[in-house]
Structure formats: C-alpha cells, structure tokens
C-alpha cells in the first residue's frame, strides 16, 4: 500500500540510503496524473546528521505509455500465437522447445507441457536435412516453405511445410530459432496420386486427358481418342473440351458441371459426348482439378451400361407385375434410425386393403390381422429383432367380411459388420386360395374318417352333402342314390341352397332328362354352362348357371349347380375326391348289407 511504501523509503532515508528510480504518480495542477520517476537524497549538516532531503523528479509518462503499449503487443502476439491455426514452435540454440503452440499439439498430439524443455519431438534422429535447415538459421538464415517429413506422437509420419528464422539477442547471437509448422500431407497426397495417376494414364483403358486452365487439351490417349471416334490423339491437342460435345452438353456443362469443379476440385456423373462422325453416346465423366489450375478428365462410354440398366429396369417391372400377379408385396424393417421405420412395397398395401401413401409402423401393422394371431405376430418380430431369428408363420389378415383371409409372411434379420441387428427384411404373400384348399382338404380327410362309421346310405348322404357345402364355393349340391326297386334316382341329400334353384324330385329311367340317366350309366362326369341344357333340364332350374355331375360308381350322382359362373377345376378336384371316398363307403355299407 502507498502508507507502508511512504514508510519504507523514509527508513531507507533516515539510514542514510540514497533512493533512485523510484516510480510513482504526481498530480499536476489541472488536476491530471502523471508518471514519475522520484529520487531522494538525504541532506546532511557539517557533522554529517541529516537535516532533510534533496528530490529530483522526471516525467516518465511516455516511457511508461510505451511499456504498456509493449505489454498489450506482446499479449495479442501470444494470443495470436497460442489461436494460430498454424502451428507455431520456438527452440533455443542447442534444440530444445521453449515455445509449442495449441495448433502444434493438434497437428503432432504432444501437449505443451510434453514438449517444453525436451529437444523437438518431432524430428527424427537420422534426417541430415533437418541438420541442414536448422544450420541455415543458426547462421542466420530465414527459410522458407522447406517441405520437410516428420512423424506424430501416434508413430504416424507426415508432411510439413517449414518456415524458420533466428531471433537475436543485444549481442547479435542467435538465441532462439522461431518456426512455423503448417500440415501439408493431404496435399503431399494428392501429388503423389497424379503423379501415379499421370504414369499410368498413358496405359489405361479409360480416356483421360488433361486440360489447361483455359480448357484445352493438353494430352489425351489413345483411349481418350478412340472414345469420340478419332484415329489421332493429337487431333485433340490445342482444341477445346467443346469439341466433344453437341451445344445442349456445352450448356449444361458451363452451367452446372464446371461451377462444382471450381468449388469443389472434383466432379463425376453422367453426360452426353459428341464423336467426331457426329453421333452422341452416353458416358461417364470425372474430373479432377490440381493445384496449378489445369484438371484432368476421365471418360468411359457407357452404352452397354446403359443398354443392361434398361433391360434391368424392364425385368424389375416384369418381377413387379409378376408380384401383383403372385400377390406377394416385400418389406423392411429398418433398426438404425432413432426407432423402427417400416417400409412397404405398393404390393404389401394391396394385400392389406391399404392406400400406398398410408403411414405404417409395426403397432399398426399388427392391428391388421386377426386378434388370434396378434401374439405369434409380436414374439416373432421380437424374436427377429433381439436374436435375430428367421421366421415363417401363416396368419390371418382382420376380418373385414365374412371371408378369411391368409397371407404367408418370411422375414430374415439382416446384421452389420458387428453382428447387431439392423434391419428385418421379409415377404408377404396372400395365399387364401392355397389355404381354402387346404382346409378342404382337412374337411374331406375329416368326411373320410366319418364315412368309416355311417351305418346306412342315408347317414352316408347327409355327411357327404355338409362336407360338400363346407369345402365348396357353390351354389347348391346333392347326392342322388339308385332305388333299383323302383328304377329311379332320389335326392337322399340336398343343401338348402339345391332345393331352392333346383327340383329335388326323383328322376326315373324313362324320365325325358337323361342328363342325370346318362351320367350314370356311362359313369362318366358332365359339366355344363349352357342356357339349352339347363332349359331341357328337369332338375336344374333357370336360376343355375352351370353344373357338375359325378358318377359314384353303381350308387348314384354326385350334383352340384352353381348361379352367376362356371363350374371351376377346383371345384370339380373337390368333387371328384369326395366322389371316390362316397363310393368306397358305399360298396362297404353294401357289402354289409349283404352279410360279405
């Protein structure tokens, strides 16, 4: 404080010490402060006691203005040093670091406090050239830009530009040499890849050329040539890139290719080239600018490519259409975002009644399917997702109608280079038609089993009559059995549907309808669709459409009409092998009947 500085320096005085250079502030009159630098000398009597003192004053407001104008400079020097994206290093005469600035540690990984004090890290042991530089600035010399190979804390070498120069002391000695270190290996690189690449142009397969800043050719080989339809590749040699293409190509290319060229150094896509006999070809274009301005061009003609992209494409349409004609849509269940995205083909909307632009997730896809089914639905894609567990389950889409629905769905997890899940991957396909078939055929395994046990004809008629209405998508069906007494054939069993479009009375021998007669006798089915038959019918009424009658054997006919369509082969497969297991339970009934 001022009181106990006030103090010392008249101790100091009173013990005879003459007090020089000593700073402090003076007002002046206007009331202003000033710097001053105060000495004080004590005055002394002939005996030599002090009896007060001398004072001289001098005004040091400039010196000291200086000094805080020095100061301020160096703080930005070392702001600026420590933020410079250039690395920036200082080492004393026999090499060791006194200066190592943040960029430094950035671009060699060793920290400030790592390097101060320890010869340069960075520098390896046996590289002459580094002894080399560092003479020059020893001598004196400022260098520049001196490419130089050092290596990171990491082990991993890399290429600096170096720019050095001695700091002297009052003496002229050097004391410190100041350097600045810049990371150049990304463009060191790139030399070295044209150089590569300009070895190999010559003999490579795709037309490469290079262009001068303004677009002219410059060199071109022989591939380059033979691409655009010419026999020389001089014929390119002080011509203009446009000499390859048609004036839309030109356009396009001053517009949208070499705008991204300048800005970006490099560019690749498609275009449309010019040959020298006037025809256009698709290609395939890169271009690469170096650092002198002028780029290189690599051309592929890709005719065929295009040619096989095209028939890909007419196969990818034909496989789609394939699709919609199999019923069977695709699907993905992507796990790599935030939460699962499901994506599906228009095929897959289709099979579930929805519109294509529907947002669909896995809740919401499972809601789409019978409450039954929901919980298998839910551990498979669990399954799939957590163990990665293929699945193939056959379920049943949400009822909408009175019909059910089936569909097949395949799924297979797909996993990354770790073997974590990503994505689930699978297939949906509509297979009611299959699945209708194959529970008729359940139901007439279970009629088989039955007509093990029925006791008479009438028993056999009646199972044979339900299985038949169970399986079949038809209007009507009966079972017609011989009375040999009476000569006649009787409807021992008909559906509701039978009895309402058709007459059900027996029909004998002599009976002007020989349809049902004829069948039987011949033993050979008949079907039919024509409004002629079913007008001489006595059986079919004008409502039937079309109708199928099965001989069973020596027993009767089988009898199905049908309103609004045909009689199909699926139908007629169903009726055929209900048919033969009604015949067989038949010859047992009689043979029973018989005492055989």
């Known amino acids: ?82 933020t410079s994206p250039v690395g920036v290093v200082a080492t004393d005469p026999e090499g060791e670091v006194t200066l190592w600035n943040d960029a430094m540690e950035e671009i060699f990984g060793w920290s400030a406090e790592e390097a101060f004090g320890e010869p340069h890290p960075a520098v390896l042991d046996d590289r002459e050239d580094d002894d080399d530089v560092r003479q020059r600035v020893l001598d004196g010399e400022t260098v520049t830009g001196v490419e130089l190979e050092r290596v990171r804390k990491d082990g991993e070498p890399i290429d600096v530009s170096l720019s050095a120069a001695p700091i002297l ?59 655009y339809g010419y026999d020389d590749p001089e014929a390119f040699l002080g011509e203009s890139w446009e000499l390859c293409y048609d004036e839309a190509g030109r356009d396009r290319l001053v517009e949208s290719v070499l705008p991204t060229l300048a800005e970006a150094g490099e560019w690749r896509g498609e275009a449309v080239g010019l040959r020298a006999d006037g025809t256009t070809f698709p290609q ?15 051309v592929r003609d890709i005719t065929e490519r295009k040619e096989r992209e095209r028939e890909l494409e007419r196969m990818k349409d034909l496989l789609q259409q394939a699709g919609r004609i199999a019923a069977v849509g695709g699907g993905e269940l992507d796990l790599t975002g935030e939460g699962p995205e499901m994506t599906w083909s228009d095929e897959l909307y289709r099979i579930h009644g929805l519109s294509p632009d529907t947002e669909i997730d896995v809740d919401r896809a499972v809601e789409l399917y019978h409450p039954d089914d929901r ?48 994505r689930v991957r699978g297939s949906i396909q509509d297979i009611t038609g299959q699945k209708e078939r194959e529970l008729a055929l359940e139901s007439l395994h279970e009629a088989t089993r039955g007509l093990l046990g029925v006791e008479n004809d009438d028993e056999a008629a009646e199972l044979v009559v339900d299985t038949a209405r169970s399986v079949m998508d038809v209007a009507g069906v009966a079972l017609y059995l011989l009375d040999d007494t009476a000569n006649r054939l009787d409807a021992v069993a008909c559906s509701e549907g039978f009895t309402d479009l058709c007459d059900a009375n027996p029909v004998g021998a002599s009976a002007s309808d020989s349809l049902l007669w004829n069948t039987f006798v011949t033993r050979t089915p008949t079907v039919f669709d024509d409004t002629q038959t079913i007008a001489d019918s006595q059986v079919f009424g004008p409502e039937v459409s079309g109708g199928l009658l099965v001989p069973v054997g020596d027993h009767g006919v089988f009898v199905v009409a049908t309103c609004d369509r045909a009689v199909d082969a699926e139908v007629r497969r169903l009726a055929e092998t209900l048919v033969a297991t009604t015949e067989t339970a038949l010859d047992r009934i009689e043979s029973e009947d018989r005492g055989l």
């Open 169 to 227: 002391d009052e003496d002229g000695s050097v004391s410190e040499i100041v350097g600045y270190i810049e990371d150049i290996t990304e463009r060191k690189e790139r030399e070295r890849e044209l150089a590569a690449r300009s070895a190999a142009m010559e003999q490579s397969t795709d037309g490469m050329a290079t262009l001068d800043e303004g677009g002219g050719y410059e060199f071109v080989n022989q591939a380059h040539a033979d691409v």
């Open 1 to 82: 404080d001022r009181a106990d500085d006030h103090d010392e320096v008249v101790a100091r005085i009173e013990d005879g010490e003459v007090v020089t250079d000593l700073e402090t502030k003076r007002r002046r009159k206007d009331g202003s402060l000033i710097d001053v630098s105060l000495s004080i000398a004590p005055l002394r009597d002939s005996d030599g006691e002090i009896v007060g003192t001398m004072s001289a004053l001098a005004d040091v407001s400039e010196r000291k203005e200086a000094e805080r104008q020095l100061r301020a400079t160096k703080d930005r020097l070392q702001k600026f040093i420590e």
């Open 284 to 298: 395939e274009l890169s271009l690469t600018t170096v650092d002198d301005g002028r780029f290189i061009c690599v």
């Open 375 to 422: 919980p298998r639905i839910r551990r498979y894609f669990q399954q799939a997702i957590e163990a990665g567990e293929s699945y193939d389950m056959e379920v049943r889409l949400q009822p909408e109608t009175e019909s059910t629905r089936w569909v097949r769905a395949i799924g297979e997890p797909v996993r990354n280079d770790a073997g974590e899940v990503v």
